[in-house]
């Protein structure tokens, strides 16, 4: 059990041990040879029924009493009671192993499988399950098998949250219970019944109710578990909606071709380096949703009622959904050598089909425009954005005026929200209830997760206030730092929360952002045109987030952080230029999201600790030749260079492959060797610079 130390075995306790080993290899060699040879005799059946007896995870020997029950019900005609005296003795045997180990998956997967059949009597399984949860009242294997077992039996939802009540009054401490609470009420909410039709009432009720349990027991975390749950029901949106966009609606942005130019009055935080024919109009939801397609989502202009966008997800998983969509907006017919304008008008939500990975439906129509300009190619390009070397030395960089003729073209920070149609906008209900548990969490400051609590009661708290800028960031950043040293085997996790707060704050208030804002060294203040670097380095970020309001970033540092991940910046889409720098990467897989930035040219990932760890634990979450998704890209005997094959560094390879790099920095990690070089340089055919060397 859990908590519990070993104590060594007894001489006779390893001797009792050895013969049960020994006569479960015995027994595993007869079932095996049954099994491969499909003997169903009743000798061999009651062999299996032996070996999970004593064995109950075996779960080969569930599957073969799987085929053994289809043999005996399929190869003869047998009647009804036939068939049900078969399938009550699989109950049985399912029974006996549980009584062995009633945490076990195979047993209770295999009962599940029997009932299905839809021949066996149920009323006996809630007695069973009786017995057993008065044994262990917390077993999840027995609540969750309960759930299966009234759906079957039609109980309603309001019996199983009065039996769940029962549990929860015997013992605060039962995450099982306060787990199944919170599906019985999520089912009474959605089906509106009597008494859960306002979700405002009940989560008052709910909070009274575990507000009890944490203040008997504030070291006990079943109760705290739930709450952190009731917090999630009142600040999330049932239904999806568009968070944010870029272009940002009432923003101008100016194509300059393939060149940067001086653009005079244009801001550089509205343009974009048009080198492909198509500018990228990117969509970010609130939550991760499928549907976005031509029909869903409409897009006109002046040159075309309905311009044909095809959607693309931009997945950092095999799941279908995803929170960023990004389409191409193609100007076929402009010339780059003549002026332009087009005002852009994007709705969604008018038609159904944009729905959530919950099952929402995007149910309230929003729309939002934008002004494209095309400019002209006058002069020459801008040195130090195409053949030259980037350098990220602090020296390189001057701070953005704010207070420059420009700055009053400032992407204002407002605008990065998209407005909804029918978006609910009465949130004082949420407001008062999280106003009333901050009041009431301010008293149990004294234990860990009190703290936590109070920390993420602030947080919610800033995200319901109309201003973008957060109130209770300072506080909330104090919390999660005293946690940090409170709490040290989990300050990993406070470390993270704390960058998500202190990110926020830095991007939201438009003094704060622009204080991270530079150009670069070579380029004059006058030529505006050209894009803003947003610098967040040195602030010992653990992890990323607030990416809604950085889609416009096209030039970002973040070096000189804690960054062991960077999920969720594949959102950032116009990403030409990244600095990862000194931080804590230990592999490629790691990396992964930078396979879906295409427009990235200037990547610099050196002092890291790729390569430096033996065992990494993240290998296997990127594609690989071990992955069916990799498909025909992959070939294995493929040479690369001076007998480098593409085995020794795959996952770079797949990462790195797909983009158009000018300039790749790798110096200063274990993995950057000869031979890496020598492949970053055959995989990178439009490298320029490799480690500050100019290559011919």
């Known amino acids: 059990m859990h908590g519990r130390p070993r104590k060594a075995p007894k001489p006779e306790d390893l001797a009792a041990s050895t013969a049960k080993a020994e006569k479960l290899r015995i027994l595993q060699s007869q079932f095996l040879l049954n099994h491969h040879q499909k003997i169903y005799t009743k000798e061999a059946l009651e062999l299996s029924s032996k070996l999970l007896e004593i064995n109950p995870e075996c779960y080969t020997a569930w599957n073969y009493r799987k085929h053994a029950v289809q043999h005996s019900l399929f190869e003869s005609n047998l009647d009804p009671d036939s068939v049900n005296s078969i399938l009550d003795q699989e109950l049985r045997v399912v029974e006996n192993a549980l009584r062995q180990n009633f945490k076990s998956y195979g047993a209770w997967y295999h009962r599940k499988w029997v009932l299905n059949k839809g021949h066996s009597s149920t009323e006996n399984e809630l007695r069973l399950l009786d017995k057993l949860q008065n044994v262990d009242p917390r077993n999840f294997h027995a609540w969750n098998y309960r759930r299966f077992v009234a759906a079957l039996l039609n109980r309603s939802d309001e019996d199983e949250l009065n039996h769940t009540q029962d549990f929860i009054d015997k013992n605060f401490s039962n995450y099982s219970a306060w787990h199944n609470r ?31 349990a944490v203040f008997t027991d504030e070291d006990d975390q079943s109760g705290w578990f739930y709450h952190l749950w009731l917090l999630d029901q009142t600040v999330k949106a049932e239904s999806p909606l568009l968070a944010s966009s870029w272009p940002a609606h009432g923003s101008e942005i100016t194509l300059s071709g393939d060149r940067y130019l001086d653009l005079g009055s244009s801001s550089p935080f509205n343009t ?16 991760a949703v499928e549907g976005v397609n031509a029909s869903t989502v409409t897009v006109s202009s002046g040159l075309n009622v309905n311009m044909d966008v095809i959607w693309k997800p931009i997945l950092s998983n095999n799941s ?21 304008a087009y005002t852009m008008e994007v709705t969604l939500g008018h038609s159904q089909g944009i729905i959530s990975s919950s099952g929402f439906h995007y149910s309230h129509p929003s729309h939002f425009s934008f002004t494209v300009h095309v400019q002209p190619a006058k002069t020459e390009p801008v040195e130090g954005l195409g053949s030259e070397k980037i350098s990220w030395r602090d020296e390189n960089f001057h701070i953005y005026e704010s207070d420059s003729l420009e700055s009053n073209s400032v992407l204002p920070l407002d605008r990065l929200s998209i407005k909804n149609e029918r978006e609910p906008t009465d949130s004082s209900w949420q407001a008062k209830i999280i106003d009333e548990e901050i009041s009431n969490f301010r008293e149990l400051l004294d234990c860990k997760i009190g703290k936590l609590t109070l920390a993420r009661l602030l947080t919610a708290r800033d995200a319901l206030m109309s201003s973008d800028k957060p109130v ?12 940090m040293k409170l709490d040290p085997p989990h ?6 929360e704390h960058s998500l707060v202190l990110l926020e704050k830095v991007i939201s208030g438009r003094e704060s952002f622009l204080s991270y804002c530079f150009r670069y060294r070579n380029l004059t203040s006058s030529s505006s045109s050209n894009p803003i670097y947003l610098r967040l380095n040195g602030l010992s970020l653990s992890r990323l987030g607030s990416f809604e309001k950085l889609l416009w970033v ?22 030409s230029h990244l600095n990862l720098s000194k931080n804590k990467f230990g592999s490629f897989t790691s990396l992964e999201p930078l396979r879906h930035l295409k427009s990235m040219k200037v990547l610099d990932l050196s002092y890291n600790e790729i390569g430096s760890h033996s065992i990494d634990t993240t290998r296997y979450l990127c594609s690989s030749p071990l992955c069916h998704s990799v498909g025909s890209e992959w070939d294995g005997s493929e ?22 790099l000018t300039q790749i920095d790798i110096a200063g990690n274990a993995i950057a060797d000869e031979k890496f070089t020598a492949f970053l340089a055959k995989v990178l055919p439009a490298l320029k610079w490799l480690d500050g060397v100019q290559l011919n």
């Open 182 to 212: 919170s599906v019985l009420v999520s089912n009474l909410m959605k089906k509106k019944v009597q008494a859960f039709s306002r979700k405002d009432e009940v989560l008052i009720r709910e909070y009274e109710l575990v507000r009890e």
């Open 272 to 287: 974009y380096q048009f080198d492909s024919g198509s500018l990228p109009l990117i969509l970010y939801f609130n939550q």
């Open 320 to 340: 279908k959904t995803t929170q960023v969509w990004v389409g191409q907006l193609k100007f076929p017919d402009v010339e780059l050598d003549s002026l332009g």
């Open 472 to 483: 209770h960031s300072e506080e909330v950043l104090r919390l999660y730092s005293e946690l």
């Open 491 to 496: 300050s990993r996790f406070y470390k993270d």
């Open 554 to 575: 096209q030039m970002l540092d973040l070096s000189h952080n804690e960054l062991q991940s960077i999920e969720g910046l594949e959102a950032m889409q116009l990403l």
């Open 639 to 660: 040479i690369v260079t001076d007998g480098v094959s593409l085995v020794s560094y795959w996952e770079a390879f797949f990462i790195l492959r797909g983009l158009k």
